[in-house]
């Protein structure tokens, strides 16, 4: 199992992104995963914590991230999930953590690692494979 889960839905060309309030970097929303919580229901949790107005749809696994950063040598560790349908609003929840909620297009963004991976292999530049 994951350490964390992440949620990746996309709507007219923009992906729905949060803001972390410690660092101004832009994500996928989601987080870690707690004792005895499965990776799905991890995520809802998260969804809800984050973004309490936010309804998901049915959620499909996408893969499995296991990779260790190469500036600090942290491993990470994200099940990624793809959702075809939300409704709802974007209002945060989580003020602490997250600052805003937005959908935007998945580039142009200062972006954590995981993201940032989750965005090149979901979303490639034109003309890359």
Known sequence: MAKSSKLVVARKGRVLMVRRRRDGLWMFPGGRRRAGE????????????????????????????????SRTGRRMSDAIFLAKKVTGRLQVGDKKEIDRAVWRKPRGARLTPTSRYIRDKLFPRRGRR
Do not use: N, Q
């Not at 984050?50 to 749809?57: F, I, M």
């Open 38 to 69: 499965s990776d799905r229901s991890c995520l809802r949790r998260e969804i809800k914590e984050e973004l309490p107005k936010l309804k998901l749809g049915s959620l499909k696994l996408w893969t499995e991230v296991r990779a260790k950063k």
